[in-house]
């Protein structure tokens, strides 16, 4: 898989193209909701399942995040929340990816603090057993090709969040729009877009049973954020050993490689120093994922650490590059910009800060 999609990627991302058979052959290969025990899912480690992430992420995160939202946000949300007929319909297909998911939380108005969201689900006037749910979801990965999205929304009879799977064959034209958002400076090898519902029935059946609040997307988003700590450890490898080429080939100075100097070696010291680290941080977070032991506040934590060494690692490898840095047949550049995704998504990481300090101080700095 890692050749295959290396093999694409350069194409893929000059020209914002994400081929959703790439899904299928992840599924082919068992690595989509790797962790899931049943429904033709690998039942495999949390370690396991990050390892995943880090091969895919060190070709490109825009594949890695297609394989997380499909994974850990839909496939997993699915798994712990829904009912037996969701699981029985929903997740032999999606481990196939034969059926692609989305997963739709943030708004236009609402990104950091989705308890706020304002994407409402009520009673349908007039289909019997069917909700009508109205709003705007955006930066939505994989939504201008999923079948199924699972949308988070305010029910309107309780006021709480809830959780709903809207298939998109079943929408009646006009209530359901999914446009790409194009020209995008980073992940350009993945597909971004938004979620428009516009009196969309809904079965009341594709509710999640039980689940309320908040604790719903972000009981998904800790198996995410987790692949995604330790997916930065492969983008960051990638370029270590990109950077580690280019100055042990490159010259200068009485024909001395670049590598021969001692502020390029440091540079190259910090990041294996960080990619080391980050990765023993994220096998030790697994383990204890694995045990049922992992705080979410531990996520955090790689989750912020991991993508943040990463970027500020990369920037600074970059530079080794002079001149070429700039052109994308290095791939430097490329990491660099997905990078700053990553450490934007899934919760920004001031807002990782913030989650941390609340566990340390108990005081509460978001509001
Ligand atoms: P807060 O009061 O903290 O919590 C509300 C309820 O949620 C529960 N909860 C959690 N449950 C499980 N796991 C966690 N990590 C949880 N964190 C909180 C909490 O116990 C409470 O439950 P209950 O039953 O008492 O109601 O809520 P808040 O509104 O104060 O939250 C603040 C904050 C900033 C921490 C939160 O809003 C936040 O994390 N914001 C970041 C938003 C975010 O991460 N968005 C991600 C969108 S999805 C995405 O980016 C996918 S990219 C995918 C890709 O392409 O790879
Ligand atoms: P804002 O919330 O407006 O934040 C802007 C800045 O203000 C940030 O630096 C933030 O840290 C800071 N800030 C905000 N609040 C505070 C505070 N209280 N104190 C201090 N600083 C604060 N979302 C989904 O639901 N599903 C997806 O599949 C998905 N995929 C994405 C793919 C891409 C390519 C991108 C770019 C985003 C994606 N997102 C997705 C959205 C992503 O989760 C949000 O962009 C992210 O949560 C930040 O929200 P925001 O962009 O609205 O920024």
């Not at 049973?209 to 908040?214: A, F, I, R, T």
């Not at 807002?351 to 340390?360: K, N, P, Q």
């Amino acid at each position: 898989m890692p050749e295959r999609v290396a093999n694409i990627l350069t194409e893929a991302y000059r020209a914002e193209i994400y081929d959703k058979k790439i899904l299928e052959e992840m599924g082919e290969l068992g690595l989509l909701g790797a962790t899931i025990n049943g429904y033709g899912c690998a039942g495999a480690s949390n370690v396991a399942s990050g390892l995943i992430t880090k091969a895919v992420e060190r070709v490109d995160s825009g594949y890695r995040s297609g394989m997380s939202v499909q994974s850990s946000l839909v496939m997993g949300g699915i798994d712990e929340f829904g009912t037996q007929e969701q699981k029985d319909k929903f997740l032999p297909m999606m481990a196939k990816g034969k059926m692609l998911g989305a997963f739709g939380l943030t708004e236009p108005n609402h990104g950091s603090d989705p308890g706020s969201m304002e994407t409402l689900a009520k009673p349908h006037p007039t289909k019997k057993g069917y909700l009508s749910i109205s709003g705007a979801k955006t930066w939505i990965t994989n939504s201008p090709i999923a079948d199924v999205l699972l949308v988070w929304a305010k029910y309107q009879e309780t006021g709480k969040i809830r959780g709903f799977l809207i298939e998109r064959k079943d929408c009646p034209p006009g209530t359901l729009e999914t446009p790409p958002i194009k020209n995008k400076n980073g992940l350009r090898a993945s597909l971004t877009g938004m979620i428009q519902l516009d009196e969309c029935p809904v079965p009341e059946a594709n509710m999640f049973p039980d689940v309320e609040g908040l604790r719903g997307p972000f009981t998904c988003l800790n198996s995410a954020r987790f692949g995604i700590a330790f997916g930065m450890t492969g983008a960051l490898e990638d370029c270590i050993a990109r950077t580690r080429t280019y100055a042990l080939e490159r010259k200068q100075f009485k024909g001395n490689p670049l590598a021969k100097y001692q502020l390029v070696q440091k540079k190259l010291a910090d990041a294996v120093t960080d990619a080391a680290m980050g990765t023993l941080a994220a096998i030790q977070v697994g383990r204890l994922k694995d045990e049922g032991k992992a705080a979410p506040e531990m996520i955090s934590m790689i989750k912020r650490e991991n993508c943040d060494r990463a970027l500020r690692n990369a920037r600074i490898l970059q530079e080794v590059f002079g001149g070429n840095a700039v052109s994308d047949e290095y791939g430097i550049g490329r990491h660099v910009a997905n990078l700053f995704v990553t450490a934007t998504y899934e919760g920004t990481s001031d807002i990782h800060s913030l989650i941390l300090g609340r566990a340390i101080t108990g005081i509460q700095a978001f509001v």
